[in-house]
């Protein structure tokens, strides 16, 4: 199958794909607009986790969030420079490439509404979306930037998967645009990427995407093989919790013991248990699940909560009342997990974070007043009109 955000072919039941790391299949689905949405914010800081690769656009992303889009008049030359940074310079037509890009990413999880304007949709309450996604397309031309000076300083060499979907570009775009009525490429591009879009430009915007996007995926790799080398899997647990929240529980400790005693009249089972989390939890985290976590590592959850799980006397089917800052915590005690390098992952990540910013080379140099983004969002009443 290809992986729904950069196009590469990956393994059926992968959960995430190898080269641009998005989420292909969401662990809670109860909670899907949870992880998906929290994976989309972390991407703006991680190159690797914001690639919208090329090819793939095409038929699925471009066919499904520009349903009521059309082209706006340009103001402003697509040549103009917008930005600076490290002797490379940015034009209005390449921003665009970057702007849409990182929109097609954010929509593909649903965060904002794709029949809307986003300079009428707020990201925050000083900022639309629209300034958010400006940013962002500045700071992904930004890391792509700093990667790809990295990657010719160490001689890396393209992945050979890579070189093969750059020979196929051409080819697989045609065959997007076919899919979406064009005959023309650069039609197709335009429709996609505003009326300065063809293939002529887009195709450095592509190679420069996969070499950086290669070069950062590789040193993630490096990273992560370092710690998963110096260090053995460490044991987890399983355990289920009730967690009477501070603010929606007027006296949490008392809700906690009778929710307990309940536990107890009603056989003290673990689906017992699972059901009164499901009815009483107000954890988003566990409730839809019985209130489990599993492989759960010491040190991961807060102090209060890590030692009751680690006691070395506890056994299955224990059960207790835990208070953290949370509120209060009727615990119960599944038993060992599988041993788990998960903490590895977050060390890798924290060392990444570092790498790409011991590449910065300061900021960039933004001419704000000359940046114009087509306007291909309009509702389908707009278009009729």
Not at 63 to 70: K, T, V
Not at 154 to 177: G, N, R, V
Not at 265 to 293: K, M, Q, R
């Amino acid at each position: 199958m290809k992986c729904p955000h950069c196009g590469m072919e990956v393994e059926p039941g992968e959960k995430k794909c190898p080269y641009c790391y998005g989420i292909l299949e969401c662990g809670d689905p109860d909670h899907c607009d949870d992880e998906l949405a929290e994976h989309a914010s972390r991407g703006k800081n991680k190159l690797r986790a914001v690639i919208l690769v090329a090819a793939i656009l095409l038929a699925a992303v471009c066919a499904a969030y520009l349903l009521f889009r059309m082209m706006a008049p340009s103001e402003t030359s697509p040549d103009a420079t917008v930005a600076t940074y490290d002797g490379a310079t940015l034009s209005n037509r390449d921003l665009n490439y970057y702007y849409w890009n990182d929109y097609y990413y954010f929509a593909n999880y649903g965060v904002f509404d794709p029949d809307t304007p986003l300079e009428d949709q707020q990201y925050d309450s000083n900022t639309t979306w629209h300034d958010f996604m400006v940013e962002s397309a500045i700071d992904s031309w930004r890391s792509m930037v700093d990667v790809t000076r990295a990657a010719k300083e160490a001689s890396f060499e393209l992945p050979e998967e890579y070189q093969e979907a750059l020979a196929t570009l051409e080819d697989d775009l045609t065959d997007s645009a076919e899919y979406n009525d064009f005959t023309d490429i650069d039609d197709y591009l335009k429709w996609c990427y505003g009326e300065a879009a063809d293939l002529e430009t887009f195709r450095p915007f592509v190679e420069q995407t996969y070499l950086s996007t290669a070069y950062s995926n590789a040193k993630y790799d490096e990273l992560f093989d370092r710690f998963a080398y110096e260090t053995d899997p460490i044991p987890t647990v399983a355990v289920r919790h009730i967690l009477f929240g501070s603010d929606e529980y007027d006296d949490p400790e008392q809700s906690a013991r009778d929710a307990l005693d309940e536990f107890q009249a009603g056989g003290g089972t673990e689906d017992v248990f699972a059901e009164l989390a499901g009815e009483y939890s107000t954890d988003p985290g566990s409730s839809s699940n019985g209130g489990l976590y599993d492989d759960v590592y010491e040190g991961q959850m807060v102090p209060a909560f890590d030692e009751w799980c680690f006691d070395p006397a506890r056994q299955p089917g224990d059960t207790g009342l835990v208070e953290t800052d949370y509120g209060w915590h009727v615990m119960y005690y599944v038993g060992e997990g599988e041993p788990t390098t998960d903490w590895i992952t977050e060390d890798a990540d924290d060392q990444y974070s570092m790498w790409l910013e011991e590449l910065k080379n300061g900021e960039p140099k933004v001419t704000y007043s000359a940046i114009q983004i087509y306007d291909l969002v309009e509702t389908e009443l707009s278009e009729a009109e």
